[in-house]
C-alpha cells in the first residue's frame, strides 16, 4: 500500500549535471515536501508546496529548485549537481489542516551520489 | 521559526528496559508534536503525534507528554523489544495552512537482546 513513490532509489550523477528528483503521492494531499537526510543532521527541509504552482523556500535550498505543475506530483532539480549534494533526498505529502489527519507520508527516497 | 533539539543522539537500553527521548522547541504558537520512526533502509513513519490541548498520550507500550510550560515534549516506549531498534524524530508544527514540520537531530535506538 504505498502511497508516495519517487522516481529512483539510487542515482549517481557526475559534477555539473542536471538532475532531476520526482515524487508523486494519490492521496489528494495538498502539501508536498523534499528534505534531505545526512547522519547526524536528521531531515532537513529543501523546499515545501502548499498548492499547485505555490513554493516556498525551506531551511536549505541554495542549489536546488522545485516544480509542482499537478497536484500530485513534485519535482527537485539540481540545476548544476555539486559533490556537496551527495545525500538521501526524501519526498513527503500531507493534507491540509482542515483534515482529520496530519500525519505526513514519505516517500522510500533516492541516494544521491555526485562524483 | 521554530527550533527544534533533540536529545540523546543515541541511546542503548537492555530488551525489556524503558527508553525516554526528549525534545524542546522554541515557538509558543507550535501546536502539534509528532513522533517518527524510521528502521534502517526505510521511510520515517509516524509512530504517535499529541495536540497541545492534550498532555499526555499513550498508545501501547508507546506515550507521549507534552509540557506546554516549558516547551517541551518526550516519547517513552515501556518494555523495549529489538524491533524498536530505530532512529526516531520528533517535531513540531503549527496546524494551520502552508506550515512546515521542523524536525530534531533524531535519536539512535539500539535495544541489546
Known amino acids: 500500500d504505498v502511497k508516495v513513490t519517487q522516481s529512483s532509489r539510487y542515482l549517481v550523477k557526475r559534477t555539473g549535471e542536471k538532475v532531476f528528483l520526482e515524487c508523486v503521492q494519490d492521496m489528494d494531499h495538498e502539501n508536498m515536501f523534499w528534505y534531505r537526510q545526512d547522519p547526524g543532521l536528521g531531515l532537513r527541509l529543501i523546499y515545501f508546496?502548499?498548492?499547485?504552482?505555490?513554493?516556498e523556500k525551506g531551511d536549505i535550498p541554495e542549489g536546488y529548485s522545485v516544480s509542482r505543475e499537478k497536484k500530485e506530483r513534485f519535482s527537485l532539480i539540481l540545476e548544476s549537481a555539486s559533490t556537496n549534494q551527495t545525500s538521501m533526498y526524501l519526498c513527503?505529502?500531507?493534507?491540509?489542516?482542515?483534515?482529520?489527519?496530519?500525519?505526513?507520508?514519505f516517500g522510500p527516497g533516492t541516494r544521491l551520489t555526485v562524483t | 521559526g521554530e527550533n527544534v533539539e533533540q536529545h540523546p543522539s543515541t541511546l542503548s537500553v537492555q530488551e525489556g528496559d524503558s527508553a525516554v527521548i526528549k525534545c524542546t522547541y522554541s515557538?509558543?504558537?507550535?501546536?502539534?508534536f509528532p513522533w517518527y520512526k524510521q528502521e534502517l533502509g526505510k521511510r520515517p513513519q509516524l509512530i504517535i503525534d499529541?495536540?497541545?490541548?492534550?498532555g499526555e498520550k499513550k498508545d501501547q507500550r508507546i506515550a507521549v507528554t507534552l509540557n506546554k510550560t516549558a516547551k517541551h515534549f518526550s516519547l517513552h516506549i515501556t518494555e523495549t523489544q529489538p524491533e524498536d531498534s530505530a532512529v526516531y524524530f520528533c517535531a513540531a508544527s503549527i496546524r494551520e495552512r502552508g506550515n512546515q514540520f521542523y524536525f530534531g537531530t533524531g535519536t539512535s535506538l539500539t535495544v541489546i537482546p
Open positions: 515557538d509558543s504558537a507550535s501546536n502539534y
Open positions: 499529541i495536540r497541545s490541548n492534550v
Open positions: 513527503a505529502s500531507r493534507s491540509d489542516w482542515t483534515r482529520s489527519s496530519y500525519e505526513q507520508y
Open positions: 508546496s502548499y498548492d499547485v504552482k505555490m513554493k
